[in-house]
């Protein structure tokens, strides 16, 4: 009589442990799709990309007609006017807004959060703060990279068509014009991943926004390659390196005694872009414990 009742007991107390389950440990790539929903969630983003890839647009074109409509044949050497071709498929004024946009996009990504509490809530749910920054910095380079690819390549081959019957437009398959355009495209996450570093460190978005037009905008415009120190210092700034990877030739250039080069332009983009990413992770881990 008493039996179905043991059995019964039996099953009741072993119901909850057959009915609790593991917790399953968030993976890399949850991760890198939560950032890439909170980032696109911000409906200002999209906004701002698009916006920023029309004006980058409209300014090469502009400058693009420009420079068919007054260029008559034989005016200028072949080297000259082939970097004439090239500057005006991204103008100077177009990397200021690369800078300025990437910047600013990859300071608020990690600052907003802090501004609005957000990051205790995110940093609760995944405790492996390293995780969480490469994920930030995962999906904010990869935005800027099609941002940059798309204006960069867009850019390039509308001016180059526009030119092409005066006989000056150039071809993405010429080393030089690849290379100016794999500069530009690159140029956005870098400095974007500076923004993040900056909004990190400072955790307030008006403060790293600020800190970021400060380093990448107005530092190179005080650095002259005068002096050796002062050289070094100017070359190893993103902004000097994307205008070195710009020239085809030195030629037509001020004389100085020490010039920038190539290799040295793409390794600053490279330690930039990791010295970025190691110090934010590096103060991420440390603060808020």
Known sequence: MNTPLRSSTALHSSTPARSAAPVRRARFGDLLAAEWLKFWSLRSIPWVLAVGALVILAANLKSAQYTHDHYTP?????????????????????????????????????????????????????????????????VLTAVLLGFGIGTAGLSFALTQAMLADQGIGQSITDPTALRYVAAAALFAPVCGLVGLCLGTLIRHSAGAAVGTIVLLFFLPSVVTERYRWSADLLHALPFSAWGRLARTTLAGMRPTDYPATVAGAWTTYAVWALASVLIAVAVIRRRDH
Do not use: C, H, W
């Not at 200021?96 to 959060?113: K, R, Y």
């Open 74 to 138: 034989g005016d200028g050497a072949p080297a000259t006017m082939k970097q004439e071709a090239l500057n005006v498929s991204f103008i100077t004024g177009s990397a200021d807004v690369v800078m300025l946009l990437s910047g600013g996009l990859g300071a608020i990504v990690i600052a907003g959060e802090y501004a609005t509490g957000l990051i205790r809530t995110t940093l609760a749910a995944v405790p492996d703060r390293r995780a969480v920054l490469l994920a930030k910095a995962g």
